[in-house]
């Protein structure tokens, strides 16, 4: 069974910039758990430790995957666009971030849905602008 102790401590790492052992505890949590949507957990903040933007889409592709409950999806979709915009793959952010504005409805109000919500504006507002930068905003900073 896996711990959401752990979890949340490897997370903790990579918000505290020890990224590489962040990095290396939650891909051994992530391949010892069976669960799907665990895994789409982990694998949402695995790719918020990653150096690469290909390495960060590769683990949002994999927790897109995995989601069981739609209140992920727009964090998900807003992720996915963010880093394609980053890969100067601008139709596929722009996919993406419609996918994330589809379902922003189901966002609870609050500190978390406010966060998302802004979010994609910045999202939106970078890829108006041309900008393949990450943003200050982005998790992965």
């Known amino acids: ?31 010892a758990c069976d669960d799907r949507q665990t895994r789409c957990a982990i694998a949402h903040y695995l790719a918020d430790v990653q150096d690469e933007t290909e390495d960060e889409l590769s683990w949002d592709l994999r927790a897109l995957e995995d989601v069981e409950d739609d209140g992920w999806l727009p964090s998900l979709h807003l992720n996915l666009a963010d880093d394609y915009r980053r890969l100067s793959q601008t139709r596929l952010a722009e996919e993406h971030l419609s996918a994330a504005r589809a379902h922003l409805s189901g966002l609870p109000d609050g500190a978390y849905g406010d966060l998302v919500r802004s979010g994609v504006e910045h999202v939106a507002e970078a890829i108006a602008a041309g900008s393949v930068r990450r943003l200050e905003t982005n998790p992965s900073s």
């Open 1 to 31: 069974m896996m711990h959401l102790e752990e979890i949340t401590a490897a997370v903790e790492l990579g918000r505290a910039d020890d990224r590489e052992t962040a990095r290396t505890q939650l891909t051994a949590l992530w391949e």
